[in-house]
């Protein structure tokens, strides 16, 4: 589907989850999970940011459904949600090919 042919509803969908990968932290996040699932402990590593900062992020991807969470051994694990993965690699790849130029 193109921008041209969605309607008022889809275009709203579509503005609401570039809202939320705006900010460059969930971006990173983002870009993190497209290669697996991780938990905070592991994100707050590779991030260089506090847990409490890496929570609430995960906290505003997960609310508006772009990363879901699952327990596992005591540890809240995190991946891109699975109905909206490859939107979201699509919009990524399509941001990269921007920056590129």
């Known amino acids: 589907m193109q921008l041209s042919t969605m309607d008022k509803k889809q275009l709203e969908i579509l503005a609401s989850i570039m809202k939320i990968m705006a900010h460059?932290?969930?971006?990173?996040?983002?870009?993190?999970?497209?290669n697996g699932?991780?938990?905070?402990t592991e994100?707050?590593?590779?991030?260089?940011?506090?847990?409490?900062?890496?929570?609430?992020?995960?906290?505003?991807?997960?609310?508006?459904?772009?990363?879901?969470?699952?327990?596992?051994?005591?540890?809240?694990y995190y991946s891109l949600g699975p109905d909206k993965k490859k939107q979201i690699e699509k919009i990524m790849s399509g941001l990269c090919d921007l920056c590129q130029g």
Do not use: A
Request: proline share 2%; charged share 30%.
């Open 43 to 76: 994100l707050e590593k590779l991030l260089g940011d506090n847990q409490s900062f890496v929570s609430q992020q995960l906290r505003l991807l997960r609310l508006n459904g772009l990363v879901v969470s699952e327990r596992e051994n005591g540890f809240v």
């Open 24 to 34: 460059p932290d969930r971006l990173r996040i983002l870009c993190l999970l497209k």
């Open 37 to 40: 699932r991780k938990n905070v």
